[in-house]
């Protein structure tokens, strides 16, 4: 989820295929398992929709796929924290925020598709802290692609990319209606 | 995450002029926000630093007090002005105070007011924001607002219900934007009560008129029970609260008639025993505090809605 | 004071049954001939009013001056200088001044400023109870004397009956016109706005046309009883036209005037809650608006009145429900009407007959036709020039009028009292 507007799609080419089908599963397989042996079966999956809730949602499927206890899911609408709600957005959805079980005293890992700015982090650790008081909190992400705005780095990362600001990453996920991929665009004529 | 939502106004006047599909906009995000109610921490910082004025000319304690906690959970630092503490008793027009208090830059103004039309003259002299909450027996948008989600949520839908309206429709707002509302949502609109209570030519706003509670409960989804406003002179309009109770008042009995699963709704506060039993205002079928629960979500809907700086949207 | 002569127009005179191309010569501030052919006599100033209608002046017999006691609203010199650019060369000044014109000292201070300084005629119009309290009656004969040519509380309506009787008894004696602003005030109690579909949908409070039309039932019982001269003041609804026309196939002594917003605007037009569209009587429905233009037509409604009542924005920027009544005409009147004629309603002639002819003759006024020998208060009007208001620039003193911005056709190009041209339009005329 990005928080600044992305520019119109029909402005952006598509420059590479950071990942396909095949490499995102095992990308997403990896980050989860490398969450449960940092963090045990304590490790709460909350995921920041909407990319980050569908892919959280995945690595408890996987997890459990591969034998593996089914861990606590969650999922944060990060809307009403955002600090650009008066910057020119269109009027945003709210999704609900579904946190089950309390989280209060437990390892919390925030899961996100693209990690850029660290803004949406930043709103994501405000939700979380207003519904109680994790022990700890993790960020897990699909892609960084770096230029942060605010001292905030990842814990577990499934690729890294040198981006700049002419350039769009877009995770497209069969849950969408799409083919699952990762793709790097850049904006045409620049 | 684009513009699903359709919302383009910059002031909330009334229902009159807003689409169905504006409607469902805040309904759906009202449904979000009722689910704050229930943390431990109350509050988003969504509309921190915005500042909302309840510019409160008319006394209401419940509007009001809804209205102030919508803004407290969003975040925003609320000013109450009332009547009692304005200037607009020492013969301050309503053009003055609204010139002052945009000098001093609020970005919302919740006005309630004794007379029709008093929201729309305050948006030509200020620059914030004007949520109606009630002007006169004009309209109360966010009445009609929260009485729909409240339907909605206990019928699945509006469309194709039947909704009677019942009491002293002259003095209304509730009653005309509940009307506008429901009537752009597809529902069937009955007024009744005694015909000294019916305005002249409520038929052209869409709705069945009755002068009898009775045949206009037949087979009903929903029964919205007015107040009678004494304090409006409501009281020449009929002989006494006595006989007001006895043919237009709900009880089991008229209940009977609606639906089986029909529910009651009353927009408060309630003169009990007039117009409402306590039976029925007590019964099963009565979804009143589920409609102030309601209140104070679709009010942060509305803020918002409108708080989001609809000038830099599109 | 020069000749004139307005050569080329046409001149409309329903008076004399007059209507023709013709030219009309002004000497002595009088009508000294009307013809075909006339030679400009030596020094005459020659205006050209080819294209024009050249009419006898229109009369407004419901005007609001506000002097004395509301000079910030109007005076008589604002007033009459509105009235003069209209195309009016008479006006009749009602009586709700403060102090009301209820003694003939307030009726001479009138007369007085009108003389020093009036740009049209003023013809004052006294009340009829003292203070328009609707109790005592006021020293009618006193007021007569002094200048006024009717009686009327207007504003406020004679609630008792009895008072009414005696009003009418006592005016008949002394031939002065009654005019009745009539509404029953139990019925209209607090509602500003015509009661019906709009006002119910915009929340405005209302009130009945029975308001009206239920006085005028009565009036005219009374009218039977005392065989009084009754005028009905800014008639508004169908119910009413009903009765006056009734009254007349009954050979009751009874006219009635109408305004141009009556004629004009509907009940609608309060939707946005603009104070200026808040009048006294409301605006009315559709119904009633085609009820009284057809009513205009026929001559059921013998005059059009603008009820000319400036206020400022004191009582004009609140709340609809807290404003004062009423709405400036002065200016707008003569457009309004002609488009009347243009939607085939009047003809030309009828719309001199309903603003100079029948106000000349309700009153038993001066003026109203253009035969030889009677003054020369003389309108020449441009039925065709365009025009768009811009209150701003209104000689009244107040802006309270709906019309704003509205696209007009046709106005006065010169206006002339006892042979003096008081008003010119700008845009050259000869």
Sequence with gaps: MMLRPAPPESNLVERSEILDSVGMARVLRRVAFEIVERNGQDAYFVGIRTGGALLAERMVKLLVEGGEKRPDLGAIDITLYRDDVFHGLPKPEIGPTELKKSIDGRVVVLIDDVLNTGRTVRAGMDVLLDYGRPRLIQLAVLVDRGRRELPIQPDFVGVRLQTTAEHSVRVMLSERGETDRVVLRERSGS | MTGAHAFSHKHLLGMEHLSAEEITTILDLGENFLEIANRSIKKVPTLRGKTVINLFLEPSTRTRTSFEIAAKRLSADGVNFTAASSSTTKGETLIDTATNLDAMSPDIVVIRHAQAGSPLLLTKHIKAAVVNAGDGQHEHPTQALLDASTIRAHKGKIEGLTVVICGDIDHSRVARSNIFALRKLGARVRVAGPRSLLPLGIESLGVEAFDRVEPALEGADVVMMLRIQLERKAGGRFPNTREYARLFGLNARRLALAKPDAIVMHPGPMNRGVEISPEVADGPRSVILDQVARGVAIRMAVLYLLGGGSDAVE | ?430
């Design chain 3, 1 to 430: 004071m020069a000749d004139i002569l307005l050569r080329g127009g046409r001149v409309i005179d329903p008076a004399r049954n007059f209507e023709a191309s013709a030219e009309v010569l002004l000497q002595d501030g009088k009508v000294a001939r009307v013809e075909p052919g006339i030679a400009p006599p030596a020094g005459a100033r020659v205006i050209d009013c080819k294209g024009l209608w050249v009419v006898p002046g229109l009369i407004d017999m419901h005007t609001h001056l506000r002097e004395p006691g509301q000079e910030y609203k109007e005076n008589i010199e604002t007033g009459t200088a509105a009235a003069a650019a209209g195309g009016f060369t008479a006006v009749c000044a009602m009586p709700n001044t403060v102090p009301p014109n209820d003694n003939r000292a307030v009726t001479e201070l009138i007369v007085r400023r009108a003389r020093e300084a009036g740009v049209v005629r003023v013809y004052p119009i006294g009340c009829i109870t003292q203070g328009q309290k609707g109790e005592n009656l006021a020293e009618m004969g006193e007021l007569q004397e002094a200048g006024c040519v009717a009686v009327s509380d207007d504003g406020k309506c004679v609630m008792n009956s009895e008072v009414m009787r005696r009003a009418l008894e006592y005016a008949r004696g002394l031939g002065l016109p009654v005019i009745q602003h009539a509404e029953d005030t139990n019925l209209t109690a607090g509602g500003p706005a015509h009661e019906g579909a709009a006002s119910t949908r915009i929340g405005l409070r209302g009130q009945p046309a029975a308001a009206e039309s239920a006085m005028v039932a009565r009036d005219l019982e009374l009218v039977v009883l005392t065989g009084a001269r009754y005028h009905v003041a800014h008639a508004s609804c169908a119910e009413t036209v009903r009765l006056v026309r009734d009254a007349k196939r009954r050979g009751l002594p009874v006219t009635a005037e109408v305004t141009p917003h009556h004629l004009t605007l509907t009940d609608e037009a309060c939707a946005g809650y603009d104070t200026s569209t808040r009048v006294n009587p409301p605006l009315r429905s559709d119904k009633d608006v085609a009820a009284v233009r057809e009513a205009l037509a026929d001559g059921t409604l013998d005059a059009v009145a603008t009820d000319h009542a400036p206020h400022s924005p004191v009582e004009k920027d609140v709340e609809f429900e807290q404003a004062a009544s009423g709405m400036i005409g002065l200016e707008t009147a003569l457009a309004l009407c002609l488009e009347l004629v243009d939607a085939k309603i009047l003809t030309p002639a009828l719309l001199v007959t309903r603003m100079s002819v029948a106000p000349a003759k309700i009153l038993g006024l001066p003026g109203g036709t253009l035969a030889p020998g009677s003054a020369a208060d003389v309108t020449v009007i441009d039925p065709q020039a365009a025009w768009t208001c811009d209150p701003s620039r209104l000689r009244s003193r107040s802006r309270n009028t709906p019309f704003g911005g509205r696209a007009m056709h046709g106005q006065a190009m010169l206006t002339i009292v006892a042979g003096n041209i008081v008003f010119a339009q700008e845009k050259p005329v000869g």
